[in-house]
């Protein structure tokens, strides 16, 4: 149940918000802000003194809200970036404002600290909620939720007053068609709105945290089953190899005779040639292009790949229906948790893709995924590296995506360093300098000291024809130069993971 406006407008007349001050700032999950104030009450049961209050802002889809509370807020095991933000910014600052502009459940707190000036926007959409604070001049100074596609991030213009107009003047009938709901028990509406989420609101977070789950278990599990299904394909193709060989013995049979008109087969799309049992005839494809002994040796060598690359096809399908089965597990033991607050630690785990994610285990938080190589957690970023042609493929193939960075030495073999992507961020060059670093000393380049590296994002990488595993030719490439840096490399050593 999210708010209504005329329970928005209920709410901000029964708080009387403008006056108070606040004290602190507090942040228990992603979705979830509470501002401790000081100020009067305009609750007619309590007396008119000044005490302290707790507002609590949810922007969580099916409950986005803002209402005092009664009760303890949880809180977060460690410092969120948006409370501590506005920490630095409204810690003592007095409202001067409190508002729901129009009826479009837009709350504005205009917040004066000395002689600077804040607006404070809750947006209380279900699909689109945000808080987001602004200077007077409606340049953003942060978000809780960065929405860069809408411009709601630091240095963007949010000013929403002026597309309002068509809200301050309902219609009659839009009037009517929201009402206070008759929530149960005593007291202020906004008291029985607190006692109706407390009683209500763990289950509406634990539902929508479960439907993230299925979404992201549900993308990676078709993404995995399509794979599958490509990779038996190939391998029931591979399993009929020895028709290639039959192919290529036919051919080199009948390519040497002629026909009564005393052409050659060489040239024609089709050869159809007696089986070596007579009981039937066989309709090969050609290339026209080739002589007869070049399309049997391109048939020996389909048989030559079939039969080297079943047993790999084969164990890949092994691995792709183990860690399918595992995605099963992840979800069904997810969708079990029964604490929010646990299953929003677990789901963070799984949207970075650092482990498997599953109630009881006993990794650490940001613990890195087991994979490959080596993996490096350069700030914000993770980077990571493969040291052998195993390792590359094994990267490409599971643990990176089309937008990660992929970076390689140039005129050298050596590892393959991607930087894992960040929705909404640029790879920063400190990081793109600490990963070529990596590239050349992992590299048979590394005595040299300095050299070239190729880097593109890993969907412009495509993989060489009949090349050995994990060789790839990039496309749309870009050139870095790199000169070996001890000190950079010694403390990368220190975040490995």
Aim: proline content about 5%; some cysteine.
């Amino acid at each position: 149940m999210s708010l209504n406006w005329k329970e928005i407008d209920c709410i901000l007349a029964e708080l009387a918000l403008p006056g108070m001050r606040v004290q602190g700032v507090y942040q228990g999950a992603y979705d979830i802000l509470a501002l401790q104030l000081y100020g009067k009450t305009a609750y007619p049961q309590m007396p008119v003194k000044d005490r302290p209050h707790l507002i609590i802002i949810s922007i969580s889809p099916l409950a986005c809200r803002l209402h005092e509370t009664f009760r303890a807020v949880p809180k977060s095991r460690k410092p969120l970036r948006f409370a501590e933000f506005l920490k630095s910014r409204i810690i003592n600052s007095r409202i001067e404002e409190a508002l729901q502009l129009g009826k479009d459940r837009i709350i504005r707190l205009t917040l004066r600290r000395g002689e600077v000036r804040y607006f404070l926007y809750i947006r209380l959409w279900s699909n689109a909620a945000n808080v987001i604070l602004t200077g007077e001049d409606g340049t953003i100074l942060d978000a809780m939720r960065r929405l860069p596609k809408r411009g709601e991030c630091s240095g963007g213009f949010y000013r929403p007053e002026a597309g309002l107009e068509s809200f301050r003047n309902p219609s009659q009938g839009e009037l009517k068609r929201y009402e206070l709901r008759d929530l149960p028990g005593e007291g202020s509406f906004n008291s029985r709105v607190d006692n109706w989420y407390a009683e209500h609101g763990g289950r509406l977070s634990l539902e929508q945290l479960r439907e993230e789950v299925r979404r992201l278990t549900g993308r990676n599990r078709e993404r995995l089953e399509g794979a599958l299904q490509r990779l038996r394909e190939k391998a029931a193709e591979y399993a009929n190899a020895e028709k290639f060989k039959t192919y290529g013995d036919l051919i080199l049979a009948q390519g040497l005779k002629k026909d009564p008109e005393g052409k050659s087969p060489q040239g024609s799309r089709w050869l159809e040639a007696e089986s070596f049992t007579g009981d039937r005839i066989i309709r090969i494809e050609m290339d026209p292009r080739k002589s007869p002994a070049e399309n049997a040796g391109a048939y020996y060598e389909r048989y030559r790949r079939a039969k080297s690359g079943l047993g790999e096809i084969q164990r890949e399908i092994a691995l792709g229906e183990k860690e399918l089965e595992q995605i099963r597990l992840t979800e069904a033991q997810l969708l079990e948790e029964q604490n929010p607050l646990r299953l929003e630690g677990l789901l963070a785990r799984l949207r970075r893709r650092q482990g498997p994610a599953l109630p009881g285990t006993e990794q650490k938080e940001g613990a890195a995924q087991k994979r490959p190589g080596l993996s490096f957690a350069d700030g914000e970023w993770l980077i990571m590296v493969g040291r052998d042609a195993k390792e590359n493929d094994e990267l490409l193939r599971r643990h990176v995506k089309g937008n990660d960075l992929w970076l390689h030495v140039r005129d050298w073999s050596g590892a393959y360093v991607f930087i894992q992507r960040r929705p909404g961020k640029t790879v920063p060059l400190e990081v793109l300098l600490d990963a070529g670093n990596l590239a050349l000393f992992y590299s048979k380049g590394r005595n040299n000291g300095r050299g070239d590296l190729y880097y593109t994002p890993v969907k412009y990488l495509r993989r060489a024809k009949n090349g050995p595993r994990g060789l790839v030719i990039p496309t749309q490439e870009k050139n870095l130069r790199i000169t070996l840096d001890q000190e950079r490399l010694k403390k990368l050593e220190k975040t490995l993971l």
